[in-house]
């Protein structure tokens, strides 16, 4: 057992208590943002003249050390140290001895261990982002390719009116673009540094805080110790974040599987990303998309359990907070591992456009265009509502479509149809005819592409 303290105790720690307070098993995960928030101290240490010149030196050597052998394999972080801060400093006293016992100098593990994990979660924040970016990349491929795929929108999951495969996967671009931008806002409000609050009070040394703020590319310090050592928010807006992110990603997965489905058969996903079953030799499982279907109950989980850990704990810090940790580092893990697979999955995927368009023709989903028709020419729109519900009728009767309708058949419903019907009631008119921004048609569509490229430059 290695510990920072021990002074004032007569008892060795019982062995159980010390394996359910140690937390070296996950914190080592953060040993570099440990070893950088270090260097940060102790250079602005020596900048106020708390420590030397010299001692600075060697204390930044036997961090750089530390750092480089860890990277390299040849130090291992065991589990014979309490914890990530732990095992820095002593094997920093290992190496250059006494200059490496003032490493500590007005600090405390509370705010050393508030830093370290918002300089972790602010590169996680980064790389997500990132990975997201590379999702849109191949959603807007998919929208721009597929501008005249024609396919059934749902509502209820019922065929409700055409749209095409650009259209539907332009909602999805909407969503994790939105998911970005709430990555940005997390960023932002989270990136002020709580070094130099001490265990809550703050400390008796001159430190200059904004100095060490501005080493480690803060915006600024925060402004109460007490909050500094007991917040915990940006986790937990993170974790809010991610589970959006979460939800996203399995919308997009249910309906994958649906349309991957035998009956559907609007996709075919890749080989490569689609597993056997070991009994039946004809499956082709959508596995991947269940998966990340699955684990979003995960990240929802690790949301709601550090609610619950934050909701009754007095100020400052109190020994819960260590639990903000594991299930943090879960759902970031989670998340990043589903993005990756799921941008993976859909760059794969084949459209089977002659299923999806078929699909779109049969299920009546040129009604309402039929019903636009009819108010084009004079009918009030709840008559003309009336007059397709009969012809809707009329068509599941006789097991037609609209498109199939004789004009005979049409006029004897409503005089007021001619043969323009067919052509106003033609997919491609039920598509195109809608122009407004945000709509179908290729043109609204095509602005929608443009202006989210530009989005994507920067
Ligand atoms: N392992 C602790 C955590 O994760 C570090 C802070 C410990 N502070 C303390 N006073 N015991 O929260």
Redesign the pocket.
């Known amino acids: 057992m290695a510990q920072l303290w021990g002074g004032r105790f007569t008892k060795e720690t019982d062995q159980l208590v010390y394996n359910f307070n140690a ?1 070296i098993s996950f ?1 080592r995960k953060f040993y570099r943002q440990d070893i950088q928030g270090s260097m940060a101290h102790v250079r602005m240490l020596a900048k106020q003249n708390i420590l030397t010149e010299e001692e600075k030196e060697q204390i930044l050597e036997g961090l750089a050390g530390i750092l480089e052998d860890v990277e390299k394999g040849t130090l291992e972080i065991t589990d014979e140290y309490e ?1 990530i ?1 732990s095992f820095v400093e002593a094997n920093l006293i290992d190496r250059i001895g006494d200059a490496g016992k003032k490493l500590h100098t007005g600090r ?3 705010d ?2 508030a830093l370290d994990m918002k300089l972790y979660t602010r590169d996680e924040v980064l790389e997500i982002d990132a990975l997201l970016k590379g999702l849109l990349e191949t959603i807007l491929r998919l929208m721009e390719e597929n501008l005249d795929t024609y396919m059934p929108g749902f509502t209820h999951l019922q065929k409700a009116q055409p749209i095409t495969f650009a259209h539907h996967a332009g909602a999805y671009f909407e969503m994790f673009k939105r998911d970005r931008q709430r990555l940005g806002d997390i960023y932002r409000r989270m990136n002020l540094c709580p070094l130099g609050s001490g ?1 809550l009070a703050g400390t008796t040394y001159p430190l200059d805080r904004e100095y060490t703020a501005e080493l480690l590319n803060f915006d600024g310090t925060t402004l109460n110790s007490m909050d500094s050592v007991a917040d915990r928010d940006y986790l937990i807006e993170l974790l809010s974040a991610l589970s959006t992110i979460m939800m996203h990603l399995s919308r997009f997965s249910e309906e994958i599987i649906i349309w991957n489905s035998n009956e559907y058969q609007f996709v075919e996903l890749d080989d490569a990303y689609s597993t056997g079953s070991s009994i039946m030799p004809q499956k082709k499982n959508p596995d991947i998309a269940e998966l990340v279907r699955g684990k979003t109950g995960r990240v929802y989980g690790a949301l709601i359990s550090l609610l619950t850990t934050m909701k009754g704990i007095p100020l400052a ?1 109190n ?1 819960d ?2 639990e ?2 594991e299930l943090t580092f879960d759902a970031i893990d989670t998340v990043k591992g589903c993005i990756a697979l799921f941008n993976g999955m859909i760059g794969t995927m084949k459209l089977n456009r002659e299923r999806m368009e078929g699909s779109a023709k049969n299920g009546f989903t040129n009604a309402t265009d039929a019903a636009d028709y009819l108010v084009n020419h004079g009918i009030p729109f709840r008559d003309a509502h009336g007059i397709v519900g009969r012809l809707v009728l009329y068509c599941i009767e006789k097991n037609i479509s609209l498109d199939e309708m004789t004009l005979e058949e049409y006029q004897a419903i409503s005089p007021v149809f001619q043969e323009d019907i067919y052509e106003a009631i033609s997919l491609k008119t039920c598509v195109e005819k809608r122009t407004t921004i945000g709509a179908p048609g290729r043109e609204a569509m095509s602005r929608v592409i443009e202006k989210n490229r530009e989005y994507l430059k920067d």
């Open positions: 937390s914190d914890d801060h405390s593990r509370n050393q261990v265990a810090y020994k907070m260590q903000d940790k």
